[in-house]
């Protein structure tokens, strides 16, 4: 995909002390071999999760026009798959990213440019993608991976505060209203988590485990969960999902998504799971993220209860730009319990694991909070219905 460049490029990086790489193209474009010298960038320093080689970054940034690179430094935030790191140019500071395979398919990923310039016409917060130097293009491919660069961010991390709670709620609804008017036609990905085949599938699967103790425990979370999913599931159809509205959703929303500065949404990131659905799976999806409580290594010890003053802190903000009509109030509990089955059913079926967790450990507390939400559901909703 490279281009002609009319005059030789010299990139040098400084990264992690003195280890330093350079990387040169030619008058003519072609990629120049690294000095013979080039430092081998610590690309295994993120522990567990994928990273870059120097060559990698070498030959990636040679199609961007950043000026000399003066330090790169891993950034772990986000999902492990994705390689991520912060570079240090001439010309600012970037956000080099590289997308995990399942994630990267180039519809998917154009689509998702499409959304994010889209909300940067609407100065809505998101970090400002940049153009290859070589095609002109936001999305830049080679050896079968996908590459994005942004301007990087600064803010802090959500502080668990009523203030950004409701602000997070709030920016949601903002981003929902943003995207109203954008033509999604021929979007790659529509649909969700509410009445999934594939979340049946798999928890059915996980069902038929047998013999041993730890999958005699497998077997009997899952058909737990099997059959509240059914239920949460078969009273939102009953509301009349089908007729509801479908628009572009941010499909991630959660408080490592969301930079602030004082207490204010900053900027939103990550766009790996944008799709079409109605906006109060969105909704839903981001009052469980803000108001679960967790606070143990091992979620075999978390408590099955919810924060309540965050998850109608997060409602409120919403509402705020957004009045919910009944059908959809009356709703939330449920989807909130689809999404947090659906979520966590995937990946324990594939691999029997929670990222590293123990995948019956994992959705048995899953079902303690299915249960909790079960059991408070009138009062809970009885406050989401006040007019």
């Known amino acids: 995909m490279a281009g002609s460049c009319s005059a030789a490029m010299r990139l040098e990086l400084t990264t992690f002390g003195s280890t330093r790489f350079r990387a040169r193209r030619t008058e003519s474009g072609g990629a120049g071999e690294a000095d013979p010298w080039i430092g081998r960038y610590n690309g295994d320093m993120v522990r567990g999760g994928a990273h870059f080689s120097s060559e990698e970054l070498v030959r990636v940034l040679s199609h961007y026009d950043v000026g000399i690179v003066h330090q790169v430094r891993p950034l772990e935030a986000g999902d492990r798959r994705a390689a991520k790191v912060v570079i240090k140019a001439d010309r600012g500071t970037f956000l080099l990213k590289r997308r995990p395979h399942g994630a990267d398919e180039p519809a998917r990923v154009k689509f998702a440019h499409v959304v994010q310039r889209h909300l940067t016409d609407k100065s809505f917060p998101v970090p400002q993608l940049l153009e290859t130097s070589t095609e002109g293009s936001t999305l830049l491919g080679l050896d079968r991976h996908i ?220 079902l303690r909070k299915t249960r909790w939400l079960r059991l408070h559901r009138k009062e809970l909703r009885d406050v989401m219905m006040e007019e």
Not at 165 to 171: C, D, L, V
Not at 185 to 206: M, S, V, W, Y
Not at 302 to 317: K, S
């Open 147 to 366: 590459y994005e660069l942004f301007h990087f961010v600064e803010g802090s991390r959500y502080d668990g505060s009523p203030e950004a709670t409701r602000e997070a709620g709030r920016q949601l609804a903002v981003f929902h209203c943003d995207l109203q008017d954008l033509d999604a036609a021929g979007a790659p990905t529509e649909g969700c988590f509410h009445g999934d085949p594939t979340i049946r599938q798999n928890l059915t699967k996980l069902t038929s485990e047998k013999g041993t103790d730890p999958a005699r425990r497998m077997q009997a979370v899952a058909e737990a969960l099997l059959v509240r999913y059914d239920r949460s599931s078969g009273r939102i159809e009953k509301l009349g999902f089908d007729a509801w509205k479908r628009q572009v959703i941010h499909g991630d929303w959660h408080p490592g998504n969301l930079l602030f500065s004082d207490r204010k949404v900053q900027a939103v990131v990550d766009f790996d799971a944008i799709r079409i659905s109605p906006a109060v799976t969105d909704l839903a999806n981001g009052m469980l993220q803000f108001s679960i409580v967790g606070g143990y290594p091992n979620p075999a010890d978390w408590p099955a209860h919810f924060e309540r003053d965050r998850m109608f802190e997060f409602l409120n903000g919403y509402q705020e730009v957004t009045r919910l009509g009944k059908r959809k109030r009356y709703g939330l509990i449920d989807l909130m319990i689809e999404t947090m089955i659906a979520e966590a059913v995937l990946p324990v079926a594939a691999t029997g694991f929670f990222s590293h967790h123990s995948g019956v450990d994992f959705l048995q507390m899953i």
